[in-house]
């Protein structure tokens, strides 16, 4: 997967990059969200559930810049990282258009 840019002017193939590894992992569930962090599971569950996430964290954190990965540190799960990234940069784009 190519490296997501500071400003996010390849947004939108690197997302589509990165959905296609998360799809051939079997990982594309933490990206939309249906594979939510599960309540009141065993231990055994959500530990499962935290190596899944944590997979996908290291897809995107290991092709962005640490600039990026400042703004999303915060954020528990893959998916809020996506949106995360989806808010900013197709906003962004849709205020230049």
Aim: hydrophobic share 35%; with cysteine.
């Amino acid at each position: 997967v190519p490296e997501l840019t500071n400003n996010g002017w390849n947004w939108k193939t690197y997302r589509e990059n990165v959905l296609r590894v998360a799809k051939h992992k079997n990982l594309l569930q933490q990206f939309n969200g249906t594979d939510a962090k599960p309540v009141n599971a065993t231990e055994r569950e959500l530990a499962a559930w935290d190596q899944r996430n944590c997979s996908v964290q290291f897809i995107i954190t290991s092709t962005i810049p640490d600039s990026l990965i400042l703004r999303i540190m915060h954020l528990e799960t893959a998916h809020e990282y996506l949106d995360y990234f989806t808010d900013l940069f197709e906003r962004e784009s849709e205020i230049v258009s």
